[in-house]
């Protein structure tokens, strides 16, 4: 059986269940929350950017952690009060592919739309330095991600792609592999984040013993965008490294504000955030994580499309339901300084 299909229905059961336990309280208060993944990250700090945005409009949207895409995906499917996740887009096209013939699969899919294309991601290949390909990680000990994470799905096609046969594939998250690779209990480790991941700054990566491996096979062409990393990235870092990329996008799922309160209120939330961010994304380029300024929106991965919720928030005309009224302009001190003194005089 397929290892990821494996996972998502793991984790479509945990959701049901978590979703039966919380039967009794459907009348709880509404929530906004955003899945995105561990505390070092790019994923949380894109969610917290998009906070940001909601939190100067008086509506709270909570940043959630999680271990990432596979997570984030059943999280935006099946858990109550999560309108938004960031997934990896190889993530969407995998499941597009294994849906048509698994029909648990075809109803995790089915209305999980696309809200935002995001960023490209890098897959990062950190290695001792005598390794010198990702060919060269054959009998090789390497951190892959653990299950529920993108990086899990990114390293595992990866390496079944160039049928690179490990001798181990260790089930650990990038915090956890990098200690373990600098002490020598691990060969390489895979971590796919935009870069720069903060993971990598000031990590103490002695540039002597590892190295980011270049990725450059054309077999991965046929998945992954072709990327680059400028010197001097990371501070082990000296000349440039090629290597490829898998987008991020925002998803969400496609609420009927016909069917019940929470569909309503659901819509309302993901219309609002799209306006948000649309009419935000000057903010979040200027002082936003550095790969807002890398988005473009027109670019939406095939064979997915943006849900409708999505597109009334889009319409020129709509105007998000804040809570916070937009800060005035100052007062100009001098005129201030005039009415008064107007004031006085009249006496």
């Not at 897959?123 to 653990?146: E, F, M, P, W, Y």
Request: aromatic share 8%; glycine share 8%.
């Amino acid at each position: 059986m397929n290892p990821v299909a494996t996972l998502i229905r793991n984790f479509l059961l945990a959701a049901a269940a978590v979703m039966l336990m919380a039967g009794a309280g459907q009348a709880a208060e509404f929530e906004r929350n955003i899945m995105t993944g561990g505390p070092t990250g790019t994923y949380i700090r894109i969610g917290k950017d998009i906070a940001g945005l909601g939190a100067a409009c008086g509506l709270t949207l909570n940043v959630v952690e999680s271990a990432g895409s596979l997570e984030n995906f059943v999280g935006v499917r099946n858990r109550r009060n999560t309108q938004f996740g960031v997934v990896q887009s190889d993530l969407l096209e995998y499941l597009k592919t294994f849906e048509a013939n698994d029909a648990q699969i075809q109803e995790a899919v089915r209305g999980v739309k696309i809200m935002f294309p995001l960023y490209n991601e890098e897959v990062h290949v950190l290695a001792r330095s005598d390794i010198a390909t990702l060919k060269d990680l054959a009998g090789k000990t390497v951190a892959v991600g653990v299950k529920d994470s993108g990086t899990y799905l990114t390293a595992s096609l990866i390496l079944d792609i160039l049928q690179v046969e490990a001798r181990e594939r260790v089930l650990l998250n990038p915090d956890q592999a990098l200690p373990k690779l600098k002490a020598g209990e691990i060969d390489a480790f895979f971590y796919v984040a935009g870069a720069p991941a903060a993971l990598f700054a000031d990590a103490g990566i002695d540039p002597d013993k590892f190295h980011l491996l270049p990725i450059t096979e054309a077999p991965l062409l046929a998945t992954y965008t072709k990327a680059s990393l400028p010197a001097g990235t990371y501070a082990f870092q000296a000349e440039p490294v090629d290597l490829v990329a898998v987008k991020a996008v925002l998803m969400t799922y496609d609420y009927d504000p016909k069917r019940n309160a929470y569909h309503r209120d659901s819509c309302r939330t993901v219309s609002d955030f799209s306006s948000l961010i649309l009419n935000g994304m000057d903010r979040l380029r200027e002082s936003g994580h550095p790969k807002w300024k890398t988005v473009d929106l027109s670019a939406l991965p095939p064979g997915w499309q943006v849900g409708s919720c999505v597109k009334i928030g889009m319409a020129l005309d709509y105007q998000p339901q804040c809570t916070t009224p937009a800060p005035a302009a100052p007062a100009d001190s001098n005129e201030e300084y005039l009415n008064l003194l107007k004031q006085r005089l009249k006496n």
